[in-house]
């Protein structure tokens, strides 16, 4: 990305460039408007594979629920095999369980950011359940969709009005329901959670009252977005902090840390191509100014140092920056650079000689404009486990001096301002020629 200098205190009269660069590397990006699959764990409800009508409790594969095993895993709710759920395509389908926190039925959406516009469909039907109370079938059955950013969408199934509900096979479904909010953060939860009242203990054939095991039905979840545009105008000091999941859940930073650091390809770093570029950042004044107060054209050389940093926010053991000054690169640093293809310099400092050239009442100063990379990505669990609820994944920002992008240097000039004009003619400062000059000549020859 090319930025415009910041405003100089002195208009520049020549601008001498003293390096040569290659243009920003990196995927062109425009904003996307057609929407492309989001990856829902598990969708189709299938996994594990079982078999029979119902399975009680099941460990929904990529599904959590908030009363759980101590694994994370989907402990509160029932599944139906595609027959027993009476869908027109035999989709497996999951029945919603009780309208409390400690039954909603959610999963995080990889690969979804802040700001990206997200379409879930998934179709639903009332239960088939014997502890449905007659009513709640013949009314149909409420629930709420929600994705974290998004407003709560109530939702009513189709009524039973012939009391099937204790029918295997028997569902009233309706296909192709959808579910739209935009993100505000990576990886939002999608919950679906009943609100049909649990007030006792069923007995069975819709005579009794639910007691938790009867709520809607839902089958064949997905999703797609369309992500929100890059924007380039975020500064090196305002970059998203990192943040780390297992699972569904939210962990610390420094946990996922030390996940990936146990071993050299514990974790893998795959780079958000389409977020990540190379760009100049702000020219700014390197050394002194020298001001040619002289009647005579200067010509000189002089030496001109300068450095810079990386910008991130990970812990020190994770060997990146802000701490990336192991003798011995750490395990993330290399999953890093071979997730990147690249090995960055995070803190170069170099000394250049340039020539300078300066006019008789000009004052003269050196630029300098880094060529800057910033990476954004995310470590995860390399292989992917077997099971979703031990997929570590942790996303970070890194901003450093760019391997692609020569640095530009600029000499500039111009004319000196007022004050520097009075110092430039002001009196040379000396002391008295000779010393005691208001004193008596005196010495051995003299009288």
């Known amino acids: 990305m090319r930025r415009r200098p910041r405003a100089l205190r002195r208009p520049a009269v020549v ?3 003293l390096g040569l660069v290659a243009l920003p590397a990196g995927p062109a990006f425009a904003e996307r408007a057609t929407p492309e699959p989001v990856e829902v764990i598990n969708g189709d409800l299938t996994l594990p594979a079982f078999t029979g009508t119902a399975l009680n409790n099941a460990n929904v594969s990529g599904w959590s629920v908030g009363s759980t095993n101590g694994a994370g895993t989907a402990t509160g709710v029932y599944r139906f095999s595609g027959e027993a759920s009476g ?13 409390a926190a400690a ?20 179709d639903d039907s009332p239960a088939v359940s014997i502890y449905c109370p007659a009513r709640t079938v013949e009314q149909g059955q409420t629930y709420t969709v929600q994705g974290e950013g998004g ?10 009005p012939d009391k099937e509900y204790n029918v295997l096979g028997s569902g009233v479904w309706r296909t192709g329901r959808t579910y739209t909010f935009t993100a505000d953060q990576y990886e939002p939860l999608l919950t679906f959670a009943s609100t049909v009242p649990a007030t006792g203990w069923g007995a069975g054939n819709g005579t009794g009252t639910n007691n938790g095991n009867c709520g809607a039905m839902i089958a064949d979840i997905q999703a797609v977005q369309v992500p929100p545009p890059l924007d380039k105008t975020v500064r090196s000091n305002e970059l998203p ?56 054209t200067l010509d000189r050389e002089r030496p001109l140092k300068f450095s810079a940093r990386s910008i991130g926010d990970l812990p020190a053991a994770a060997g ?8 011995t690169p750490s395990n993330m640093n290399n999953q890093f650079t071979t997730g990147s293809g690249s090995s960055p310099a995070w803190s170069p400092s170099a000394v250049r000689t340039v020539k300078e050239r300066i006019s008789p009442g000009e004052v003269s100063w050196m630029e300098t ?14 292989p992917t486990p077997a099971d979703a609820h031990q997929d570590w994944r942790l996303y970070t920002v890194l901003d450093y001096p760019s391997p692609q992008l020569a640095d530009r240097f600029y000499q500039r000039t ?4 007022a004050a520097e004009q009075a110092r430039c003619r002001s009196n040379r400062p000396s002391a008295e020629t000779p010393n005691d000059a208001g004193s008596p000549a005196a010495g051995a020859d003299r009288d």
């Open 320 to 327: 990146l920056p802000p701490a990336s000054t192991a003798a």
């Open 241 to 296: 902090p990192s943040l780390a999941f297992k699972g569904n859940d939210k962990v610390t930073v420094a946990q996922a840390v030390t996940e990936c650091n146990r071993a050299a390809a514990h974790c893998a770093f795959t780079p958000e191509a389409d977020y990540s570029f190379a760009y100049y950042e702000p020219a700014r004044q390197t050394g002194e100014g020298y001001i040619n107060c002289t009647r005579a």
């Open 103 to 122: 039954h909603q039925f959610k999963q995080r959406l990889r690969g979804v950011r802040p700001g990206a516009r997200v379409t879930v469909t998934f």
């Open 414 to 417: 111009g004319p000196l301002t």
């Open 15 to 17: 601008a001498l460039c």
């Open 87 to 99: 869908h027109p395509d035999k989709k497996v389908a999951v029945m919603l369980r009780q309208n």
């Open 151 to 160: 407003t709560v969408q109530e939702e009513l199934t189709e009524p039973d």
């Open 369 to 382: 404009q880094t060529g800057r990379q910033r990476t954004e990505g995310w470590f995860t669990s390399d």
